[in-house]
């Protein structure tokens, strides 16, 4: 059974509180599907009235901003040895190389590793741990946690909401011919902006391994 079709049968309440829950818990450091259940709530949300945007947005904005908090106090407190228990636990997430390549985001952008780790699966479950264990000052995690959490979970929302409501529209007007060409147009850009994104990462790669070179 798919996300959509098994919420379908949840009642509103139970969907606010699994997707608080399971945003937090991925906030948290645990590796679970909280992009996937948020949006599949918020497409839901499009298609029948008994589910709330507005109180979604907000219930999945909490359990980031909360999951990361706790995150972050549990990194802190456990240090090093926290990120190796995580690795036992959860190898395919907490790899030695995953763990490094976030903290040379935390290195290079600090806060701004936080804010826009929201948007990236992988930071998103690193980095409340992860800026606890590096000992990031408390004020500077909670600003970009707060801000980060209410761009990522409500904008989310938000778009996948009005996505679904104006594809809706084109089913009743169109037919599938709109919604078959929305979807080869979405599909399209994501590979362009995901072949991009390949681009530059690979790039920024090279660039320093030209001045480790340099260096030595």
């Not at 090093?80 to 190898?91: D, E, H, I, Q, V």
Request: charged residues 15%.
């Amino acid at each position: 059974m798919h996300v959509q079709e098994w919420l379908e049968t949840v009642p509103p309440l139970s969907i606010y509180l699994l997707v608080g829950l399971v945003i937090g818990l991925e906030s948290l450091g645990i590796p679970l599907p909280g992009e996937i259940i948020l949006v599949s709530s918020a497409l839901l949300a499009s298609q029948h009235g008994k589910i709330d945007p507005f109180v979604l947005g907000a219930c999945a904005t909490a359990g980031a901003i909360i999951g990361d908090s706790i995150g972050y106090a549990i990194g802190r407190k456990g240090g090093r040895p926290l990120l190796a228990k995580l690795n036992r636990r959860f190898p395919k997430h907490f790899s030695e190389s995953n763990i490094a390549v976030a903290e040379r985001s935390f290195d290079r952008w600090g806060m701004w590793a936080v804010f826009f780790g929201r948007f990236i699966a992988l930071l998103r479950i690193f980095a409340g741990p992860l800026a606890g264990v590096l000992q990031m000052p408390y004020w500077r995690f909670l600003v970009a946690n707060v801000l980060g959490g209410i761009l990522w979970a409500g904008g989310t929302t938000a778009v996948i909401y009005y996505v679904g409501v104006v594809a809706e529209a084109w089913l009743k007007r169109f037919s599938w011919l709109g919604l078959v060409l929305a979807v080869l147009i979405g599909v399209t850009s994501m590979l362009v902006i995901k072949r991009k994104a390949k681009k530059a990462a690979e790039k920024a790669e090279a660039a320093e391994g030209e001045l480790v070179t340099a260096g030595e």
